[in-house]
């Protein structure tokens, strides 16, 4: 920041005091967790039965839940971005509502939604669709409590799309839903990798919803975060190699979001 | 031959438009801000539809509340050139240009928009992206854009605001053009009357939703039906032909014989620009001034508007003229339609647009 004439030397420190102060707080978790676990030790718990696998689980359950909240998040987020209509504010609070509902309370919402004894449980038995202590209940979870991000996120991002971007593509002879893929996507897209990016973060360290509606079995519904927990009441080591595998792992998937979105998405994350 | 025959509301404002423009014309809609120009343009596109009414193109309706007739935007394929020129900026310049246009290969396509492009002057562009254009450049690629799919109707939103003075210069005569060869109807909506008087064949002016009068620009500012329309006129625009004049002046024969001359630099034919209120009106008798920088004019009163302290009087110089005095030099020349008179302003008041 250039200085104004006149800017006054205590504000400039206080102001670099305050940003140090966040930074080594933010960071040094993460710092100690790499010092803690030496690299011979990180290499042993990859050998560790069960440490492969829940990582595995987590990336595997978390793509798949992003990829639900890609294909039907994008086109809601569109429809609430760009159509004026009665109760749309009380819809956006809607879906926006999981993010603050704590997870554990998450979790006994789904199964009193789609547990087998639940709202839509009968109904779901009959169609063979089993949730509960499954895989599929993992992503069922993780979808939940993480696509409010990419929504909030899809409908800011769309709603700064210029309307004459989208009227030019109609007189232009390209129909809406042409035009939704073709100019609205595209001009969204920056915003559009934020919210993807600060989706699959949270689908990767989510742990309440999940233990609660899916379990913690390993190979079936241990993702990585309930096999930290697991071992850090036993092995405290491991659990520390383990986490750091985590961070790893999710640091390069958040890394290649934001590379796909350019350098530019990368100033403009936060928008 | 497009047809409009529509009524709607608008946020407060009611709407009622009545308008035809013949294939290869160009109108000009002018009005103030909130007027409800760009409602129009929207209704006409199909980005809006209107509350009642009718719009054809050749004969097809678009737009028919009573038929049921709503073509969507797509299907009419208006040229539509944006106030913000609506750029795509994930694009190159010439998949802009390209967008619209159908039924071809890539490189078909490329092809036509190559030759906008080059037609408009701005040919090694192609592979640009917008927001790397300067403004001029952009609207130009908008222009390119709009005209590139072969439209019936073309219509612009104040397609000159947006740049500078010299830029704007140097867009009127390219606008004018590309308008002409298209050989669509266009329409152009402005707040500046200067601007639709050198593209547009005919103005009409927009009060509060309605139109209060249309003609060709001369028509309007000679004889204004209402104050409104004698304020939103402007300055008068003669035309003529260029030639440099002396001590570095150019001097521009008017179409109707005589010669006026100006500081600013053109050649061949021009729309000659100056103020109302630059002109001051001398009564034959009075003492010719010296100075050789003055344009001097003799004129004919074909009507006085009073407006407020302010007289306006209509010139006939065989070319028609506004001049706008107080009220108290209007009574102290006894000015009256039919009086003979001289009109006065200098050279360093007359702006020249090539044409």
């Known amino acids: 920041m250039p200085a104004a004439i006149g800017g006054s030397r205590w504000f400039r420190a206080i102001l670099v005091v305050s940003l140090a102060l966040a930074l080594v707080f933010l960071t040094l978790p993460v710092l100690a967790i790499f010092v803690e676990a030496s690299p011979r030790q990180l290499i042993s718990s990859l050998g ?21 909240i890609i294909v039907v998040g994008t086109p809601a987020a569109y429809l609430l971005a760009t159509r004026r209509f009665r109760g749309r504010s009380a819809v956006l609070t809607m879906v926006e509502l999981p993010l603050v509902v704590p997870p554990a309370v998450a979790g006994i919402g789904l199964l009193a939604a789609l547990g087998p004894t639940g709202l839509l449980g009968p109904a779901l038995g009959d169609a063979g669709v089993e949730l509960v202590l499954q895989t599929a209940g993992v992503v069922v979870a993780l979808t939940f409590v993480s696509a409010p991000f990419y929504l909030r996120q899809g409908v800011a991002a769309f709603e700064t799309v210029e309307r004459s971007l989208l009227d030019a593509s109609r007189t232009l002879g390209v129909g809406e839903a042409l035009t ?90 936060g928008g | 031959m497009l047809e409009v025959d529509v009524e709607s509301t608008v946020g407060a404002l009611d709407l009622a438009i009545r308008l035809e423009v013949p294939a290869g014309e160009t109108l000009a809609i002018v009005g103030p801000s909130g007027s409800g120009k760009t409602s129009i343009l929207r209704a006409i596109a199909g980005l809006y539809a209107p509350r009642l009414g009718r719009i054809s193109s050749d004969g097809e309706a678009w737009f028919d509340r009573r038929g049921r007739v709503a073509v969507p935007p797509e299907l009419r394929r208006c040229g539509y050139v944006f106030q913000d020129y609506a750029l795509f900026d994930q694009m190159r310049v010439w998949q802009n240009v390209a967008y619209g246009v159908r039924g071809r290969s890539r490189s078909g396509r490329r092809r036509i928009a190559d030759e906008w492009l080059e037609r408009l002057d701005i040919g090694p562009l192609g592979s640009r992206r917008p927001r790397t254009l300067s403004g001029g450049e952009r609207q130009r690629v908008a222009l390119a854009r709009a005209l590139a799919p072969d439209p019936t109707v073309v219509l612009l939103d104040e397609p000159l605001s947006a740049l500078d003075a010299q830029t704007r210069r140097r867009s009127i005569r390219e606008l004018r053009a590309a308008l002409e060869v298209s050989g669509a109807a266009s329409v152009l909506v402005t707040h500046d009357f200067e601007e639709a008087a050198v593209l547009a064949g005919r103005v009409a002016v927009l009060k509060q939703g309605r139109i209060v009068q249309i003609g060709t620009a001369s028509e309007l500012a000679a004889s204004p039906e209402s104050a409104f329309v004698a304020d939103m006129t402007g300055a008068n625009v003669l035309t003529g032909t260029a030639r440099p004049g002396p001590s570095g002046l150019t001097e521009v024969v008017l179409d109707s014989g005589p010669a006026v001359l100006s500081v600013e630099n053109r050649s061949g034919r021009v729309g000659v620009g100056v103020h109302p209120w630059e002109i001051t009106l001398e009564s034959p008798g009075a003492a010719a001034g010296t100075d050789s920088a003055q344009n001097r004019l003799r004129v004919e009163v074909t009507s006085v508007t009073v407006v407020g302290n302010r007289a306006r009087v209509g010139l006939d110089a065989g070319q028609a003229l506004i001049a706008e005095v107080t009220r108290d030099s209007a009574e102290r020349l006894k000015l009256r339609p039919g009086a003979t008179l001289t009109a006065v302003w200098k050279a360093s008041s007359t702006s020249l647009v090539e044409l």
Request: net charge positive.
């Open chain 1, 48 to 68: 560790e039965p069960g440490a492969t696998e829940a990582l595995w689980l987590s990336l595997k359950t978390s793509m798949i839940a992003i990829a639900i």
């Open chain 1, 180 to 269: 939704f893929v073709r100019v609205a996507i595209p001009s969204a897209r920056e915003g559009l990798l934020a919210g993807l990016a600060l989706a699959w973060g949270r689908a990767l360290g989510e742990f309440g919803a999940t233990l609660m509606f899916a379990g913690s079995y390993r190979g079936v519904t241990q993702t990585a975060p309930l096999a930290i927990y697991e071992r850090f009441g036993t092995n405290f080591t491991s659990a520390l190699a383990l986490s750091a595998l985590l961070i790893g792992a999710s640091g390069a998937l958040l890394l290649s979001v934001k590379l796909l979105g350019g350098a530019r998405g990368f100033g403009n994350a």
